[in-house]
Nanobody, 126 residues
Framework: QVQLVESGGGLVQTGDSLRLSCAASGRTFSNYAMGWFRQPPRKEREFVAAINRSGGSTTYADSVKGRFTISRDNAKKTVYLQMNSLKPEDTAVYYC???????????????????WGQGTQVTVSS
């Protein structure tokens, strides 16, 4: 079992940057595929970015490709989401997710993840 705690959200202006962090508890963090999802107001939760257990593979939603970067530090049991060139449409609650996964795959589906953080609000003003 793993517990996830996100941090780093806040209120920023269009074009600003933020870095979200997700700290995991428990052992063998390196056995977990990790993902970031977001839920805009009055919309469903959507995929943002994912990284496999080693950090060697990543994938992104088209809407954030080229602006966001996911990374992980297995020694610190932390996954990051660097968000640059933020837009008002990036406003959402951002969630970190984990899945115990011994494969090298990245996972993009909400239903593929077993563990979720409590979320952190990101608001981008125009």
């Amino acid at each position: 079992q793993v517990q996830l705690v996100e941090s780093g959200g806040g209120l920023v202006q269009t074009g600003d940057s933020l870095r979200l962090s997700c700290a995991a508890s428990g052992r063998t963090f390196s056995n977990y595929a990790m993902g970031w999802f977001r839920q805009p107001p009055r919309k469903e939760r959507e995929f943002v970015a994912a990284i496999n257990r080693s950090g060697g593979s990543t994938t992104y939603a088209d809407s954030v490709k080229g602006r966001f970067t996911i990374s992980r530090d297995n020694a610190k049991k932390t996954v990051y989401l660097q968000m640059n060139s933020l837009k008002p449409e990036d406003t959402a609650v951002y969630y970190c997710a984990a899945r115990l996964d011994f494969s090298p795959r990245v996972r993009v589906g909400v239903s593929e993840y077993n563990y979720w953080g409590q979320g952190t609000q990101v608001t981008v003003s125009s």
